[in-house]
């Protein structure tokens, strides 16, 4: 059974930051693209970082690139986002994905084969 469990979220002020992490278990983790994923309410899910399965391609949505860094653990089969100088317009549920194709890194939603439940990130202005 493939689980995907985020953790970190929380309540931070305007230029705080956060890191999130999704721990995975059922998964080839190391053969899958990872991705980070936002939706606030009465929005589209949309992109916000993915990571290939090598760490070696990582894709940000622009609205976040230069805050936002996305890692993995290929040990721990962990993948994180480190979040930077957080923005009100960041606040949103989070979720992490896993993409069992292992190229090319989409950062389409409707690509990922399976989801967290997600984690509330809500930033303060």
């Known amino acids: 059974q493939v689980q995907l469990v985020e953790s970190g979220g929380g309540l931070v002020q305007a230029g705080g930051s956060l890191k999130l992490s999704c721990a995975t278990s059922?998964?080839?983790?190391?053969?899958?693209?990872m991705g980070w994923f936002r939706q606030a309410p009465g929005k589209e899910r949309e992109f916000v970082a993915a990571i290939s399965w090598s760490g070696g391609n990582t894709p940000y949505a622009d609205s976040v690139k230069g805050r936002f860094t996305i890692s993995r653990d290929n040990v721990k089969n962990t993948v994180y986002l480190q979040m930077n100088s957080l923005k009100p317009e960041d606040t949103s549920v989070y979720y992490c994905?896993?993409?069992?194709?292992?190229?090319?890194?989409?950062?389409?939603?409707?690509?990922?084969?399976?989801w967290g439940q997600g984690t509330q990130v809500t930033v303060s202005s």
């Open positions: 059922g998964l080839t983790f190391n053969r899958c693209t």
């Open positions: 994905a896993a993409d069992r194709y292992m190229l090319p890194v989409r950062t389409d939603p409707k690509m990922y084969d399976y």
